[in-house]
């Protein structure tokens, strides 16, 4: 089993940022690609940002394209999301997410394991 936290969520103003990270312990020799997803009240969760077990190759959803950097540290076993220029849209629960392939992708059915979320609210 991989176990996921994450951290890092608050409030803060619009225009401004937030760094959220994911702690991954366990068989973490298991995960590869890993991804951030969010979940607005009344919404279904969708994606925000993925990245390769290497970190070379990331993916991130229109929404935020220009405006979030996703990246990890595989020594710590630690995946963040840089988040620039929040808006009030942006407020929701972020996930982080793991699979186990390399492959990343945009499907929450890709990604065997979840984190708890961590609540980032952004005011206009």
């Known amino acids: 089993q991989v176990q996921l936290v994450e951290s890092g969520g608050g409030l803060v103003q619009a225009g401004g940022s937030l760094r959220l990270s994911c702690a991954a312990s366990?068989?973490?020799?298991?995960?590869?690609?890993m991804a951030w997803f969010r979940q607005a009240p009344g919404k279904d969760r969708e994606f925000a940002a993925a990245i390769s077990s290497s970190g070379r190759t990331t993916y991130y959803a229109d929404s935020v394209k220009g405006r979030f950097t996703i990246s990890r540290d595989n020594a710590k076993n630690t995946v963040y999301l840089q988040m620039n220029s929040l808006k009030p849209e942006d407020t929701a629960v972020y996930y982080c997410?793991?699979?186990?392939?390399?492959?990343?992708?945009?499907?929450?059915?890709?990604?065997?394991?979840w984190g708890q979320g961590t609540q980032v609210t952004v005011s206009s």
């Open positions: 366990g068989r973490t020799s298991d995960t590869h690609a």
């Open positions: 997410a793991a699979g186990s392939a390399g492959s990343i992708g945009s499907v929450p059915g890709q990604y065997p394991y």
